[in-house]
């Protein structure tokens, strides 16, 4: 609830402006658009799964995880199994493998990685931009695929998750995951081709027409972010928080909420993902 009605609920607005407007917007509305949109898919369906985890649970029933820290991905293949997991679970399973998986040459791998994403991204919707944001990242795990099968050797020195290079890899495959989001939420193929020239051509320009997010959900940023990258340290355990002295967990939980009750003033806004 902390993350659907403090943090998705709160930026939905600025993202419905960013993407929503018929005017010219700048380089900066596009960036921070993109990252809002970002946060707010992610707590909003993450926020959804978590809930209906929580209730399942009241009734004795175990359902999956379906989020595992996605943006902390190294690669699509890390991805791909941080992000959605039943969803990309069945496409695996039902589609990826019925289709030959990688029981073949590369070039069939690739293949059927490019299908399945494609069918994938056209499962969202009818519509463009779902099957460029499918294409997309069907390009992005065939390009991987490729580089891992071809270089010369796998690395064999074990790296600390701090390490320059680990660091680096997550924040580069982060970009790639944006532009991504950028496709998924675009309304139509015109606004992406504006918004991608804009990303090249108008940097510089940092005035930012939408609206600032609701104070709530700059608070609950703060505190996702701080969360999440301290479960990611304590090596991605779900129940890190457990080892917290009492204190610590006890302000924890008192923060969020507050922060949720702040975020009651916000207007509800649709799941996203029950559209789909």
Known sequence: MFKKVAIADGVAPFV????????????????????MFAIQIYCDFSGYSDIARGVAKLFGVDLMINFNQPYFAKNPRDFWRRWHISLSTWLSDYLYRSLGGNRGSLAFTCRNLMLTMVLGGLWHGAA????????????VLTIHRIWTATRAS????????????????????????????????????DQVVDFTTILFTGFGNFSIGASLPRLSALFGIALL????????????????????????????IAAMLFITFMGTSNEPAQFIYFQF
């Open 16 to 35: 419905d402006q960013t993407f929503g407007s018929t005017g010219a917007v700048s380089w900066a509305d596009v960036v921070v658009g993109t990252i």
């Open 128 to 139: 463009w931009n779902y099957v460029l944001w499918g294409f997309y990242h069907g390009s």
């Open 225 to 252: 972010v701080s969360v999440e990258i301290t479960q990611y340290l304590r090596g991605g355990n779900a129940r890190f928080y457990q080892a917290l002295p009492r204190p610590v967990t006890g302000l924890l």
């Open 154 to 189: 796998a690395e064999s020195v074990a790296r600390s998750i701090l390490h320059p290079i680990e660091l680096t890899k997550i924040g580069g495959f982060l970009l790639v995951t944006l532009y991504g989001w950028l496709l998924f939420r675009a309304h139509s193929f």
